[in-house]
């Protein structure tokens, strides 16, 4: 049995069971056991924990706090909430929303691997909107697959399991730069190759995805993951339009641009992707003009085998003849002595301003030998780190500090500098350095009642993005806000999205049935289509009442119904008719008339019959007198 079940981490979390296991961690089901949380007492969540085989492995623990640090930056309507982040010594765990559902995966195995071009576009939107959330964060999920997105009941769409997604920061850059991660069936080439990933790999990813679900298939597969890898590098998939020829154009256009191998030849944001999608949804005929830039291929270059170099010399100056004249030459000197006199008082002039204009403008680098310098990168130190570097504790370079708020940088590091690393400067220059003063933390107004127009403004002031979706509350105008989410007093991080709830008029999806009896079949049908019901079956039965009335009704007079609900009816036949007499039976009887039952117990004939002449019976001869004859002897 596991030895975390039945346990209460921190006091406040009471785990029920595992739902799940992972590579680098398991998924638990528990439940808030305890007030003072940050989700009411009784909330059930999912609790993901570090295996505690791996707590002693530092990269897997450095992506795991990566991905707490990560996802406790995002809040979007289709990525799973985060509620509480716990990295400690001996237990580090995330508190997450626990989302009911099933995965996208078992979603397209149900379906055999294969779905309609609208539900593709339905889910991929929802996807795209996520990755941008993400990404402005400076959140790349790096492994993005129908298994880390889970499909609730309503249609929607939640991310999850950003395991080794990477802060876009600078320190991060050097040490993830050269390993490959994610599932190598939809990891972009860059990332196959094991280069810097940024959010065209999860552009690439999404391609990927849109490619199974139109097609039925995987663009690249083999047995051996590493082959996988390189198809994805080299080959091109076997074209979308021939395995889907269903397949609009310009949705296969869209794919093949996500999927593109250069990441210069993609969706440069997922933004600009959804753009695309929209466009497809207002006009699925469109098509798109996309120009892509051809890859080079690699040129192996052969160093050539080093060779002697002849050295040219410069040709001897003929001699000068000594027999010319010395009249001619000192004549020809004098003739061109006003004009170098002349050039040379020129040039001396302009040589004597240019010095005087450098003296006047840069006096100080003319008084003080300095040196060029190139320019260090300061980006994610400490103000003290700073400090001690080379080139400003020698004062080679002169500080100016500045702070700032930045979600991506913890406080007291610099994020930005001017002039920027590696440029030539003087000695002495100064540049200008932020400092971030760490996450800008907002708290969510209360913005009930509120014109949407308005509230969406003040929200926007704040510096949080708004993401708008209706909802039905009679108690609130329509147009007016009803609530948000984070609600009002929530604490957020600027930049983070707020979704705000504005209410719409209600529409009616049930009516009350009305009364049928006594009408045609035809004013009944009229005024059903008029309540927006239907006509159903039609029977008839006898009554009193008139011929073609309607006598009975099934949903009854008042019955709530559903829209297009269909009525089923009884009509009048009329009154039943009279059932007609049976004409009367002529009754037969013996020829002689004698007896009836004593004469046929003695002997003689007998004869019955009933005035009604509904039956006759007849006998003749013995009887039970030959019976009691032959007993007596």
Known sequence: MDNLIGKTLDGLYTIQELIGAGGMANVYKAVVSAPGGPVPEGTVVAVKVLRQELMHDADLVRRFKNESKAISLLNHPNIVKVYDVSVGENLQYIVMECVEGMTLREYLNERGGKITSRETV????????????????????????????????????????????????????????????????????????????????????????????????LPFDADDMVEVARKQIRDTPKPLAELAPEV??????????????????????????????????????????????????????????????????????????????????????????????????TAFALACAALCWTILNDSSNIMTDRDDIVLGDFSGMTQDEVNASEQVASGQVVVNWEEEYNNDYAAGYVYKQSPVAGRTVREGQSVTLTVSLGIHYVTVPDLTNYVQADGEQQLKDLGVSVLVTQAVDESVAPGSIIRTDPAAGSQVAAGTTVVI????????????????????????????VQRKLGLGSQTEQYSDQPVGSIISQNP??????????????????????????????????????????????????SSSSESTGASSSSSTGGGLSDWWTSLLG
């Open 122 to 217: 339905h889910f991929i939107a929802q996807i795209l909107r996520a990755l941008d959330h993400a990404h402005r964060n400076g959140v790349v999920h790096r492994d993005i697959k129908p298994q880390n997105i889970m499909l609730l009941d309503n249609g929607q769409l939640r991310m999850m399991d950003f395991g080794i997604a990477r802060i876009s920061r600078a320190e991060n850059q050097i040490q993830n730069g050269k390993k490959t991660m994610g599932s190598v069936h939809y990891i972009s080439p860059e990332q196959a190759k094991g280069e810097e990933t940024d959010p065209k790999s999860d552009i690439y990813s999404v391609g990927v995805m849109m490619y199974e679900m139109l097609s039925g298939r």
């Open 248 to 345: 609009p154009p310009g949705l296969v256009q869209i794919t093949e641009r996500a999927m593109a191998k250069l990441p210069v030849n993609r969706y440069s944001s997922a933004a600009e992707m959804l753009e695309a999608l929209d466009a497809y949804v207002q006009d699925p005929s469109v098509t798109f003009q996309y120009q892509y830039v051809k890859e080079e291929p690699e040129k192996v270059v052969n160093e050539p085998m080093p060779q002697k170099r002849s050295i040219r010399r410069p040709p001897e100056k003929p001699a000068v003849n000594p027999a010319r004249p010395k009249a001619k030459a000192k004549k020809k000197k004098r003739s061109g002595f006003m004009p170098v006199l002349l050039g040379i008082t």
């Open 501 to 528: 709830y504005v209410s719409r008029p209600q529409v009616a999806t049930t009516t009350k049935v009305p009364s049928l009896i006594g009408m045609s079949v035809e004013d009944a049908r009229t005024l059903l």
């Open 556 to 605: 009854g007079e008042g019955a709530s119904a559903k829209l297009n609900t269909r009525v089923s009816v009884v009509v009048s036949a009329g009154p039943e008719p009279a059932p007609e007499p049976e004409a009367p039976s002529e009754s037969t009887g013996s020829s002689d008339g004698s007896g009836g039952w004593l004469g046929g117990l003695f002997g003689g004939s």
